[in-house]
């Protein structure tokens, strides 16, 4: 009883495979599957299609595991959504829904914690406690879309924790999103977004997925790169950029570089002509974000007019650039910040 798994963390084809180890048809497997993440079903005793037996036999061996939301704070500007959820083992992750005229949109976590230290966020703050199964990456998908009676059609990995040190779990998870008898959500729907680790960019490359990857830039120089984010002391920005040709040549996609614009630390002219230097000739869009000032640092956003002129000079040498808008505004809180107040109350 003890060693049972939970069925929603399983491709399709790992789940007939598994089936088919234990003398079940393939098109069970499918019935399963489609119940679990297209039905939202909460237990084997709740999929239909199933005889008595085979429901007993299943349960020997797996469960579905369900995440439970412990708080939802509900913007009134906007309709923006961010949910704190509870996993099995009590931890907390947090997602956010989103609408936008182009549909709905959902960023969820895909670590609990975060061990990548950049130095102005706060999913980082606590370190990594562990990853998350590619159940309950999706879950977060299933639980918002139940709870708010609506399709999710746009998917963003820019919730807690960093995609590519969860790498097999978060593929799983992109199989399992995508299939058709899933939500059947379209790859070029998902972005995925990294602080730039490196072997695993070329990896994913190979597997010619159209995901929209983005990489969180911050900084055009490495040596300044280094004081906010410390995975700038294993990768250089020069291997960063072959490795995003290498990306773009393999997929055809555009790639998104993510900029957080820090007030006095990389939000002058200057900067902006570096980041120019940096990702010229590149099929590549900018997108700035001012900065959400946490409390556990002293960083604070760009003023509007530098966030502008960071823009402006973009755009101007015919870099695509655009500005994050802010979403939600009232409940505005940075990444991993929900988590972090909601945990010191306990
Ligand atoms: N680990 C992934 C996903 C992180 S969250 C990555 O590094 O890309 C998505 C984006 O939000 C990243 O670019 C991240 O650097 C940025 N971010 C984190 N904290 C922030 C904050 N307080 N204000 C603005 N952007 C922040």
Redesign the pocket.
């Known amino acids: 009883m003890n060693n049972r798994s939970d069925i929603k963390s399983y491709t399709l084809k790992e789940l007939r495979d598994i089936l088919a180890n234990k003398n079940i048809k393939p098109f069970r497997a499918n019935q399963i599957f489609g119940f679990v993440h297209k039905k939202n079903i909460r237990c084997i005793d709740d999929i239909p299609v199933l005889s008595k037996d085979l429901k007993s036999k299943l349960k020997e061996c797996f469960y579905i595991d369900n995440i439970k939301i412990a708080k939802r704070y509900d913007s009134k500007i906007d309709d923006t959504k961010k949910y704190l959820f509870r996993l099995r083992d009590n931890n907390i992750i947090e997602s956010v829904l989103m609408k936008y005229k182009h549909g709905n949109t959902v960023c969820i976590s895909t670590q609990v914690g975060?061990r990548?230290g950049?130095s102005?966020?706060?999913?980082t703050k606590q370190g990594l406690i562990r990853n998350l199964t590619s159940g309950e990456i999706a879950d977060q998908i299933y639980k918002i879309q139940s709870d708010q009676d609506l399709k999710i059609s746009n998917i963003v990995?820019?919730?807690?924790?960093?995609?590519f040190d969860n790498y097999e779990n978060v593929l799983k998870f992109l199989d399992i999103i995508h299939d058709e008898l899933g939500l059947k959500i379209g790859y070029r729907h998902i972005t995925l977004?990294?602080?730039g680790i490196v072997p695993k960019i070329y990896d994913f490359a190979d597997k010619k997925l159209p995901v929209t990857l983005?990489?969180?830039l911050?900084s055009a120089i490495d040596d300044d790169r280094k004081k906010i984010m410390p995975i700038a002391n294993k990768y250089k920005l020069k291997e960063i950029i072959k490795a995003c040709e290498y990306y773009i040549n393999k997929t055809n996609r555009r790639i998104t570089f993510?900029y957080?614009l820090i007030d006095a630390v990389n939000d002058s002219k200057k900067n902006a002509l570096e980041i120019y230097e940096l990702v010229k000739g590149l099929l590549c869009h900018v997108n700035l974000?001012?900065?959400?000032?946490?409390k556990e640092s002293d960083y604070s956003k760009s003023n509007k007019d530098n966030v502008k002129r960071f823009a402006d000079v973009l755009n101007q040498k015919g870099i695509s650039t655009t500005v994050r808008r802010e979403m939600g505004s009232d409940i505005n809180a940075?990444?991993?910040?929900l988590r972090n107040n909601y945990i010191n109350q306990d």
Not at 120 to 123: D, E, I, M, Y
Not at 157 to 163: C, K, Q, R, T, V
Not at 289 to 294: A, G, H, Q, V, Y
Not at 334 to 337: F, R
Request: net charge negative; aromatic share 4%; with cysteine.
């Open positions: 975060c990548m950049c102005f966020c706060a999913s990995l820019m919730g807690s924790g960093e995609p977004s990294t602080c983005s990489i969180s911050h993510e957080t974000i001012p900065l959400n000032s946490i940075a990444c991993g910040q």
